[in-house]
């Protein structure tokens, strides 16, 4: 693609318009809840989980109409990839008080504040996708994003992931650990953003194998450049506090094999991923770019 | 019903059975993270919520098979309402250190795995709602259920009225103020539990409505009682430490109108769920017995 930063613009307007009307309204006896979530999920995230979603979408489907149908499930997956964003940086959890250049929730609104914002986001997720007024697939479709969105965001994916995480805090983390925390706290999410835009847009089973498999590479790319951004960024560069992994004891890729080599497995996944979707048309392009684009973030 | 306390027993095994059968195993990776959301879960509750969604079903539905078909709905209502109790428990909300007679999450296993055992339980009661290997009606009937639990026991319901409450802590609280916060705190997962029988056992719309008037009036009663509750009954009778309202300075029936005052605005909220559902046979008995039983705790 050439002009692929223009395309990311474009994308992240469209995401950023539905996430405003698709977002509760601060008013009402609720507002000042509302206003905790809507701090969060208006804070400048780079929207990458919606974008996947609509890219792979308009990978299988030939329907004009298919970002319609897809932006409720793009929304509920930005909303869930936010509540899990406010209580990550909980002082209970990573205590974390900067966030995309902004104090964190719990910062700005206090703790009890800060866990409501996140529950409600996450119920907000599947209100979104169950809603009969919002545009959305036929129902056994819709129910099929909600089991796959349920399943990777839980205790068997980024909830459990989490877990791990903080679990593993200050101990000695083996490989296939620190495989599994990564693959469950992110790469989960970031699968069922590219299979939530596959099944919706129709895919075959094997359409769906393939851009599956293209999830988990990118999801993996993605985490590895992020644990290489902590130790190569500016606490300004990152919007959040750089060094924050060494600081908690975390493992992560640098700690274990050092910046070069984790840079070259970075490499390795992107090459994984743009191999899953090899034989898509051009309609892949975007898919292609994006995995590209995660990677030139790790230079 | 002469039997009430024979029928409550057998639904509770019901219940029990059936979270056992569908809740997540405490094995693998993720053990230690199920163990924390499985000791709540299976921590005594009186599991009413469940027991009035299958009652609502059985009110309805001529299907002799319709509790099968609702189990996975109310084990998502009962793991919503678990979720609730862990994260209403935190030190940043109530900071409760007994629940049902036991140590309460955060104080078993720390605050970072309750935060997660609650962010489990509440996205495992979406998983339940679709999961395409467990029973349950049609798709679209499924879609409706998982809306109506999302609605109730988000940011617009009991997240909401969580919100409320802790903002309306050592704060002059009005009346109407107090009843927003009762009929969304408790309210309305206890409505969603009567409103998803009633849909799930496939309630005409006027069924419907008198059934989710019935919700609406046990709900109060029930939050009522239990303001009742903490002001005449011990830590022991309770499982949970009693006075805690007071002492959060939180509003309640009580504290406005005194205790005889509370009692007689619980039995109206009681009368008037008899009242919703009094065009029902003899099928709407067990719901008739459970908003006496609800009433007769204040005693």
Excluded: W
């Amino acid at each position: 693609m050439v002009d692929f930063k223009l395309y990311l613009d474009e994308q992240r307007q469209v995401v950023e318009q539905a996430l405003h009307q698709y977002m509760l309204p601060e008013e009402g006896e609720f507002a000042g809840h509302v206003e905790a979530m809507r701090y969060s999920l208006f804070a400048g995230g780079k929207r990458v989980r919606p974008i996947l979603c609509l890219a792979a979408g308009r990978c299988v489907s030939e329907d004009p109409g298919i970002d319609a149908l897809l932006l409720p499930a793009a929304c509920a997956l930005e909303c869930i990839h936010t509540y899990s964003l406010i209580h990550d940086d909980l002082p209970a959890m990573d205590n974390d008080e900067l966030r995309r250049g902004q104090a964190t929730c719990h910062t700005r609104f206090g703790e009890a504040e800060a866990i409501l914002a996140g529950d409600g986001l996450l119920t907000y997720g599947f209100d979104l996708l169950s809603n009969p007024e919002l545009p959305g697939p036929a129902a056994e479709t819709r129910l099929l994003l909600i089991a796959t969105l349920a399943r990777a965001a839980g205790s068997l994916g980024m909830v459990g992931g989490q877990y791990l995480d903080i679990d593993s805090e200050e101990k000695e983390v083996p490989f296939e650990l620190l495989k599994t925390i990564h693959r469950s706290k992110t790469g989960a999410l970031i699968t069922a953003a590219v299979s939530m835009g596959a099944i919706g847009g129709g895919a075959e089973q094997k359409q769906l194998r393939a851009l599956t498999g293209y999830g988990n590479a990118v999801g993996l790319a993605f985490q590895i450049v992020d644990d290489l951004l902590d130790v190569t960024a500016s606490t300004e560069q990152l919007g959040k506090t750089a060094g924050s992994d060494a600081e908690h004891g975390k493992a992560t890729y640098p700690a274990l094999f050092g910046v070069d080599k984790t840079r070259s497995l970075a490499k390795d996944a992107v090459d994984r991923a743009l191999a899953s979707i090899e034989s898509f048309d051009n309609r892949a392009e975007p898919l292609r770019a994006l995995a590209k684009y995660i990677f030139s973030r790790s230079r």
